[in-house]
C-alpha cells in the first residue's frame, strides 16, 4: 500500500482520542505524509471524505470502526481501527500498538480483512423510502415499551414463517459477536459470507437462529396488527420509524469494508481473550 493521505476519524466521547489522533497526526506528518483530522460526538454525522485519501484510521471503538466503514464503504479505502481501550472484536489494535501498525503498513506487510457488509432497504406501498449500508446488523424491534411483533421472514421468495418475538437481528459474520451473539446466536467467523437470522427472546422456542448463505436476499414484512410502534436500527447508530406493511430487505452490499488486521493476535485469540475462553471460574 503507498499511504501519501490518511484520515483519522477520533470518537470525542473517548477519552483521550483526541490527544491520540494528534499524536498519530505528528508521526505521520513526520513521514511526510498528508493528515487530515477529523472528530465528531455523532456517529451519524456525514463526514466528506477527501479524494486521494489512501487509508482511513478510526480512533475509538467499535462503533467508532462502524460508522468509519460506512463513510468510506463505497470508496475502496482500507481502515486501520485502534481501540481506546484494549482492543474489541472489531478494533484488534490497541492504542498501545497503533505505531507498530502504521509500520507495518508503510512497509506494506499489512493484512486486510475483507468484510461482508449489509445493503437495507425500507419498501413502503412499491416505493423505497429508506435505505442505507452497515457492518454488523439490521434490527427490527418494537420502539416503545417492550412488546412482542409479527414479522413474516421471507428467504429469497420462500416465507421462513412468522417469528412472533421482541425482534429480529440480520446480522454479518462481523456482526455476530455483537447484539446477535447477546440474544443466543452463532458466532462466525469474520471472514465468512453469510447472512445471520436471530430472533430475540421468540415466543415460539421452535424459532431458532439461522444462517444463510450471502447471496440470498432476507425480507422481513411487518404484519397488520401489531400492538407496538416498529423501528428498524442498523448498527445502532441508523434509526427509520416502519409502519405495517413495510418490506425490510436485508442483502449484501456490493462493498465491503476493508479492516486492517493485528498483526498481534488473530480472530480466534480475539475471541477467546473477549469471551474469557480460559476455563477459569470467570469463563
Known amino acids: 500500500m503507498d499511504v501519501k493521505n490518511v484520515v483519522i476519524i477520533a470518537n470525542l466521547w473517548k477519552d483521550d ?74 478494533t484488534e489494535i490497541s492504542c498501545t500498538e497503533w505505531m507498530d501498525a502504521l509500520e507495518a503498513v508503510l512497509k506494506g506487510e499489512e493484512k486486510i480483512s475483507r468484510r461482508l457488509m449489509l445493503r437495507v432497504s425500507v419498501m413502503r406501498g412499491g416505493q423505497k423510502v429508506f435505505q442505507c449500508v452497515g457492518l454488523n446488523e439490521a434490527v427490527v424491534t418494537s420502539s416503545g415499551v417492550a412488546k412482542v411483533i409479527n414479522i413474516d421472514l421471507y428467504v429469497g421468495h420462500t416465507k421462513a414463517g412468522i417469528f412472533r418475538s421482541d425482534g429480529i437481528i440480520i446480522a454479518t459474520p462481523t456482526g455476530s459477536t455483537g447484539y446477535s451473539l447477546a440474544a443466543g446466536g452463532p458466532i462466525v467467523d469474520s471472514e465468512m459470507s ?37 423501528m428498524l436500527t442498523v448498527d445502532g447508530q441508523q434509526y427509520f420509524e416502519l409502519e405495517e ?39
Request: net charge negative; charged share 20%; hydrophobic share 45%.
Open 17 to 90: 482520542s483526541l490527544t491520540l489522533a494528534g499524536q498519530m497526526r505528528s508521526w505521520l506528518e513526520e513521514r511526510g505524509i498528508g493528515v487530515t483530522l477529523l472528530s465528531t460526538r455523532n456517529l451519524d454525522e456525514d463526514f466528506e471524505i477527501p479524494i486521494r485519501t489512501d487509508l482511513v484510521i478510526s480512533v475509538g471503538g467499535d462503533g467508532t470502526v462502524l460508522y468509519s466503514a460506512r463513510l468510506v464503504q463505497d470508496l475502496g479505502i482500507p481502515i486501520l481501527a485502534v481501540n481506546m481501550g484494549t482492543f474489541g472484536f472489531i
Open 194 to 230: 453469510a447472512l445471520i437470522v436471530t430472533p430475540v427472546c421468540p415466543f415460539t422456542l421452535s424459532n431458532r437462529p439461522l444462517v444463510v448463505g450471502a447471496n440470498e436476499v432476507l425480507t422481513m414484512h411487518v404484519d397488520a396488527g401489531q400492538r407496538t410502534d416498529i
Open 245 to 283: 406493511g413495510d418490506d425490510i430487505v436485508v442483502e449484501k452490499s456490493r462493498s465491503r469494508a476493508l479492516l486492517i488486521a493485528s498483526g498481534v493476535r488473530n480472530y480466534t485469540q480475539v475471541l477467546s481473550s473477549k469471551l474469557n475462553w480460559s476455563g477459569g471460574m470467570h469463563a
